[in-house]
């Protein structure tokens, strides 16, 4: 982990690093709690369509904890730590899971050479982060997924990102989306737009089905300045922008009629989402490799595909 040595007389770096830790993960609870509101009551608002009459939707949270007993799981990682899982089926919202998670541990041995600093940290690391999924009723309302992320080994950064999946591409609804995206890095010199753009664009793509995930938006990793505060204030922002913008499309759309054909469509491009997820997504490697919980995991999966 980060070497321990003195800053001043009374402060050492570990204690620095503690500090942050400890703030870096309550923002991350603070950030569920805050999009949990926002989306119940996007579900109070509901006004049209098939679910209307329904009761809205509320989050249910599971609390799992590995405790401190150096859980080793099949690929020699060691996980400890625990998090929370907050989930709703709604009348807008099918499906979405919004979890929270702060562990540490180590890495095996060949997971480390994978990892910035792990090898140097003997395998050690503490991570944090917030993960986000929607899959929605109405095939007009775009899937979003949306993850920010504090990782510590001998080294450390922020990672994260977020990317709108349309089952219809709206041509106001991307140019919204970017545009708020474009706002928030160029608001903090440690972030770089069209490079985040780019690396979205390469990342959420299925090779098998040569085609975009989505529509896309930002994912940046390995974010480390050499100013702590700032990369985290640029990591706070891209939570708040989602809490602005996302909402603002959900409720544009979410009162307008479609038809079971689009409901069908809507299906088939949810198959594709879920390859993606688990066939390349590396955060859904990471919790798997590392013995996170596979209910947390595989949160992501919508919960109902078809496949033509």
Same mark, same amino acid.
């Given at each position: 982990m980060v070497a321990q040595k003195t800053i001043n007389d009374t402060v050492t %770096? *570990?204690?620095?690093?503690? &500090? +942050? *830790?400890? %703030?870096?993960?309550?923002?991350? +609870?603070?950030l569920r709690n805050q999009i949990c509101a926002t989306f119940e009551a996007i579900e109070d608002e509901l006004a049209e369509g098939p679910f209307a009459d329904r009761d809205a939707g509320r989050f249910t949270r599971t609390p799992w904890d590995r405790g401190e007993t150096n859980n080793k799981n099949d690929s020699g990682s060691i996980l400890n730590g625990g998090g929370e899982?907050?989930?709703?089926? /709604?009348? #807008?919202?099918? *499906? #979405? /899971?919004?979890n929270i998670s702060t562990v540490h541990g180590t890495f095996s041995e060949e997971f480390a050479k994978n990892i910035p600093g792990a090898l140097e940290s003997n395998g050690e690391f503490w991570a944090s982060g917030i993960s986000l999924v929607a899959h929605m009723r109405s095939p007009l309302v775009p899937a979003i997924h949306m993850n920010t992320r504090m990782i510590v080994t001998s080294k450390h950064w922020? /990672?994260? =990102? &977020?990317?709108?999946?349309?089952?219809?591409?709206n041509e106001q609804d991307t140019t919204d989306f970017h545009g708020a995206l474009k706002d928030c890095c160029e608001r903090h010199d440690c972030a770089d737009y069209e490079h985040y753009k780019k690396w979205c664009d390469e990342y959420f793509f299925i090779p098998h089905r040569n085609q975009a995930r989505g529509i896309g938006g930002i994912f940046y990793d390995y974010l480390d300045s050499g100013d702590w505060d700032n990369d985290f204030a640029f990591t706070k922002d891209v939570g708040e922008t989602f809490d602005s913008i996302y909402?603002?499309? #959900? +409720? +544009?759309h979410m009162n307008e009629p479609w038809t079971e054909a689009q409901r069908e469509h809507q299906l088939v491009k949810r198959g594709y989402y879920a390859e993606f997820n688990l066939l390349y997504d590396r955060? &859904?490697?990471? =919790?798997l490799k590392t013995g996170g919980n596979p209910e947390a995991i595989l949160m992501s999966l919508p919960p109902e595909a078809k496949w033509p």
């Open positions: %770096e *570990k204690e620095i690093w503690d &500090t +942050r *830790k400890l %703030e870096a993960s309550a923002w991350f +609870r603070g899982i907050s989930l709703m089926h /709604g009348r #807008v919202f099918e *499906k #979405v /899971g919004v922020f /990672g994260g =990102g &977020t990317d709108l999946n349309p089952m219809y591409e909402p603002e499309i #959900v +409720r +544009r955060g &859904t490697q990471f =919790g």
